[in-house]
Structures are given as C-alpha cells and as structure tokens.
C-alpha cells in the first residue's frame, strides 16, 4: 500500500523557516518523481516544487530561492525547506507521486500558517 505521510508545518511569522517532510513507504521511492502542491481556499490548488528520480529540481516561481526540494531516498523521504516566509506561503502543504499521466498519490498534507 502507497502511503505518504507529511509532517513539520506550523504556525511562523513572516520571514521564518520551516521544514516540511514527507515519509513515503510502498513503492520504490528512489525512481519516483516527487511533487510538493498547496492549497489556499481562495487560490486553489498550486503546484510548488518537483525533485526528479535523478534529481532534478523545479519550482514555481514566486518560491524560486526561497524553497528548497530535497530528497533522502535511503529514507524515503522528500523534504521542503521554507525560507523568508509570506503571508501568502499560508496552505495546506500536500506531497504527492508523480506519474505519467499525474500525481496519482497523495498525502494527507500538513498546514503552514505564516502570521505575525
């Protein structure tokens, strides 16, 4: 059974850090594309970051040198490292399996409120 489980969000002021993991167990997580998505209830659903099976990174723009996509595949883990926080960074943090035709599994996400 495919199973992601995310942990680390929080509530943090503006221009603060987080790090947000994900432990992933029933499929071969090292040769898997991985996602981070967010959901804010007035944006909807955004796709944030991606860390390829081979390592290679991608990031929406309004988080381009602030997040860092990791992952430990000795561990089976894929992180998200939340540097200078916004308010907009404010969602639910979601990981999720990338396949061909989409991200076909998903975690039950981890909630990041940025308020001072």
């Known amino acids: 059974e495919v199973q992601l489980v995310e942990s680390g969000g929080g509530l943090v002021q503006p221009g603060g850090s987080l790090i947000l993991s994900c432990a992933a167990s029933g499929f071969p997580f090292s040769n898997n594309d991985m996602t981070w998505v967010r959901q804010t209830p007035g944006k909807g659903l955004e796709w944030v970051s991606q860390i390829a099976a081979d390592g290679a990174t991608y990031y929406t723009d309004s988080v381009k040198g602030r997040f860092t996509i990791s992952r430990d595949n000795a561990k089976g883990t894929l992180y998200l490292q939340l540097n200078a926080l916004k308010t907009d960074d404010t969602a639910m943090y979601y990981c999720?399996?990338?396949?061909?035709?989409?991200?076909?599994?998903w975690g039950q996400g981890t909630q990041v409120t940025v308020s001072s």
């Open positions: 999720a399996r990338a396949a061909l035709l989409g991200l076909d599994y």
